[in-house]
């Protein structure tokens, strides 16, 4: 049995592992990419990938024995516009975003990340200040970032994170506050479960307008109140005996 969460923050994951190139994992490196962070067992990208051979597709995943199967299974089926790599995204991915040809990335996705819920916890959450920064700074003007989850209580800091760095705008026809479908046309593994049981999914899709990034330890100081910084805020003081 693969364990459902792995702490992102232990030394075993906090060692950078190089990525090879597109060169390297696509048959037709120059096509666009997309980009699925967190793709679990990847059944998502498996069906994505056939349905769209004109786009490449790669997902990345913290838990190697879930890449394992997933890579075992593009083999099988020959597919070689998709792969799948094991790395810690915020380790791993900003030098090899950084790396990237220019426009190839044309979609990233994080959808359905583990929650987190203690307040302690919040620093392991997949989107934090520097991995976002290296996402605009990857994706052209135009391109495009979609998130969606189920739990309110990570969505919105999500949410409050990708505004406050300036670097996205939502399309003006979606509905606020949440997208009522997704942009997508393959739902994943935890999408469909969720809808069958009639149960919310919250969606937000942004496009990559042409502000600047940010500088990510600025962004993270200013994301306090997206109670999802890569470092926790300090607790207030306590307040003295008789103060008001």
């Avoid at 299974?73 to 975003?97: D, K, M, P, V």
């Avoid at 520097?130 to 189920?150: E, K, N």
Wanted: proline share 12%; aromatic share 6%.
């Amino acid at each position: 049995m693969v364990r459902q969460h792995v702490n992102p923050l232990s030394r075993f994951f906090q060692v950078e592992r190089p990525l090879p190139p597109p060169a390297e994992l696509f048959a037709d490196p120059e096509q666009p990419l997309h980009l699925d962070i967190g793709c679990a067992r990847g059944r998502f990208l498996l069906a994505l990938a056939q349905q769209h051979p004109e786009r490449n597709h790669l997902g990345v995943e913290i838990r190697l024995p879930l890449v394992d199967a997933a890579e075992a299974e593009r083999q099988r089926l020959g597919l070689t516009n998709l792969h799948y790599l094991f790395c810690n995204a915020n380790i791993s991915l900003e030098t090899w975003l950084a790396a990237l040809p220019a426009g190839l990335l044309e979609r990233a996705t994080i959808q359905f990340p583990d929650p987190w819920f203690k307040l302690k916890h919040h620093k392991r959450r997949v989107l934090q200040p520097a991995l976002l920064c290296s996402l605009a700074a990857a994706l052209a003007p135009g391109r495009q970032l979609f998130l969606q989850s189920d739990v309110l209580a990570v969505i919105e800091p999500m949410v409050a994170l990708v505004e406050a760095s300036g670097c996205f705008a939502r399309p003006e026809a979606d509905a606020r506050p949440w997208r009522l479908d997704s942009p997508l046309p393959v739902a994943t593994e935890r999408e469909s479960l969720v809808m069958r049981q009639g149960l919310p999914v919250y969606r937000v899709l942004y496009g990559r307008n042409e502000a600047p990034v940010p500088d990510p330890k600025a962004l993270e100081a200013g994301a306090g109140c997206t109670d999802n910084p890569a470092t926790p805020p300090a607790p207030k003081p306590a307040a003295t005996p008789g103060s008001p």
